[in-house]
């Protein structure tokens, strides 16, 4: 390996020098990279994220870091993180098109991605802290998680290149661990890298004495690392969603896996769920326009799933799942096939949606929907309807059919005392 191999990271004095002879750099940027100004933005846990401008031009670059950002050189974290990133956003690219941004160029040993940069869009979490509506957010939702659900699955794919590429995302060790750890364990017991608002400590005893609850969880556990659907993004929340105020970019998969298909649905509808129940710790005007906008998302994200796998379920099944000659070539619809199939992954989405509602007020990664309301007496009781919500989605997400039976129990809990 060359020294210019050597992996070392980028900082905003050296992105002129290190990517300045990069054609991507030079047909996206433009002008002298000299003259470039480098702004190092990334608010996430991990990495490193650069915005490069020139007055004819922009990129994004992003860089792993060889350690969780969040927390320190304490938490080592491989490097190939970054390999699966590109790997998962160049399908994406394909599964889901114009919904995740155009990469340019990726370097494995740097561990760095060039790619668009989006504007003038900003994070999904910050608009929904300030009360912006962005029109078509469900339906954006809802398409993205149906075609990559559908398209990355044996539903679509053929079964050997969907084998091998199973085979190569489980190289992908590290990452998912973070998930099966952070989500799935570390909220029901008392482990040492969590945190939570003391207010809620009789409400989070309760919560780590049920064993049924747990056992629950862990169900879905199991599920998450044994089940390879399809690929998932695997870490969708509002703040992997980049909006204007009506278009909607997907960024962010280095948690990409195959896993099941209700994954994402669930972990981005649990962000919908927590920006809706923090609302009051944002605004009091508009307060309940605005919360209902948020519900409405929801349902609209649920309906948009459901018919774009309908759709591509009748339109795009070559794969060896349910296939052709057991329904159509034999004169019979297959809708009943299809329609189990969406009420299983509604059923698991709505079980990982409760486990993400109670990891972001439990465990380590926390998000601004609630930590932006300073005053923990407000939050508490914000906190608390989240939580005992999450509850009841993981328990009965059997018997919750409809999406519209989840926006019922989102505004009962919207009223409710759990402190
Ligand atoms: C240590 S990483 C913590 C969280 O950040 C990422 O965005 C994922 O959500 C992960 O769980
Ligand atoms: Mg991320």
Redo the contacts with the bound molecule.
Sequence with gaps: MSEADTYQPLSPETIAERLGSLACMSEHVGGDPASWSVREIGD???NLVFIVTSPSGSVIVKQALPY?R??GDS?P?PLYRAFFENCALERQAQRAPDAVPKVFHFDESQALIVMEHLTPHIILRNKLIAGEQISGAGEFVGNFCAQTAFRGSELSLASADKKRDVGLFSGNVAIPA??ES??FTDPYFDAELNNHNPLLNSLVAELRQDVTLKTAVQTALMKFASNTETMVHG?L?S??IMATDSELKVI?PE?AQYGPMGFDLGMVSANFLMAYFSQPGHRGDNLATYQDWILNVMVASFDAFDAEFSRLWHSERTGMLYPKSLFEDQGQDSGEACSHVLANIHRDALVFCGIEMH?RCL???HNADFESIEDPAVRAPLEARNIAMGRELILNAENLAHCSAVIDMAKAHNVGDFL
């Design positions: 996430g846990n991990l969780v969040l927390v938490w974290l973070i998930t952070l989500v870490d929340h703040g992997s962010d948690f990891r465990s380590l990664a």
